[in-house]
């Protein structure tokens, strides 16, 4: 499946600041989740992901965490650098299943 | 590792030709593949999903003579656009998963396909 928006978020912050990126997915069924960051003119990158029967993860400087009660997933990303602008996409799929369904993206931005 | 390559990175033709893009599985044998469409500040959305050695899987609205998929190998799957039209031009992202792994998808770096 896919999922397609027409327009994109934007989260702007300062160089330091600590950013949050927010997603709502779309099946309550589904029970492995991963965060992309897309640069411009690239593909996306892996950057983290949490299985359902955790609900915080953390990597280097990036926490994700998952409630499941209200199907949302956030990505925290700590001392936001200027190299960490891009568009940010969570996608949602169940384990052993090989297709992802991918959120709208949020567009991160980080003035120096 | 999990290099994934996709080839080329910008491609202009003009209308009515037909265009290949390759994607290759460099360090790791690729089970599936996937094709993805993705217009300007937008999400991905899937085109179709191949398994090697099978037929495509097109997602609704994707047409499969339009959108020629092959997947022969275990590294290598390529998109033919067939008779390109301006409105087939967008950004193209192939990705690959492994048997062992089949939730975790590699993406390529993308294909722009601009049609004149």
């Known amino acids: 499946g896919e999922s397609v928006g027409l327009h994109l978020p934007t989260l702007s912050v300062q160089e330091g600041d600590n950013s949050i990126i927010n997603c709502a997915y779309s099946n309550s069924a589904s029970d492995y989740f991963i965060w992309y960051k897309q640069e411009s003119g690239k593909g996306p990158q892996f950057i983290i992901d949490?299985?359902?029967?955790?609900d915080k993860r953390q990597g280097q400087r990036v926490t994700v965490l998952l409630n499941k009660t209200v199907k949302h997933l956030s990505l925290q990303i700590a001392a936001t650098q200027p190299g960490d602008s891009a568009v940010y996409f969570c996608a949602e799929t169940l384990s052993g299943y090989s297709t992802l369904t991918f959120g709208k993206g949020t567009m991160l931005l980080v003035s120096p | 590792g999990a290099v994934v390559s996709q080839h080329p990175s910008w491609v202009i033709c003009k209308s009515g030709t037909s265009v290949k893009i390759e994607c290759r599985s460099l360090?790791?044998?690729?089970?599936?593949m996937f094709w993805y469409r993705q217009f300007p500040k937008q999400s991905l959305m899937l085109m179709a999903t191949s398994n090697e050695g099978s037929k495509a899987t097109y997602e609704q609205g994707v047409e499969k003579d339009k959108f020629l998929i092959n997947h022969a190998s275990l590294t290598l799957s390529t998109l033919t656009v067939t008779s390109a039209h301006p409105e087939d031009s967008s950004f193209y992202i192939c990705s690959a998963s492994q048997a062992l792994a089949k939730n975790i998808q590699y993406f390529g770096a993308g294909t722009r396909l601009s049609v004149l």
């Open positions: 949490i299985r359902s029967n955790m």
């Open positions: 360090d790791f044998q690729a089970t599936t």
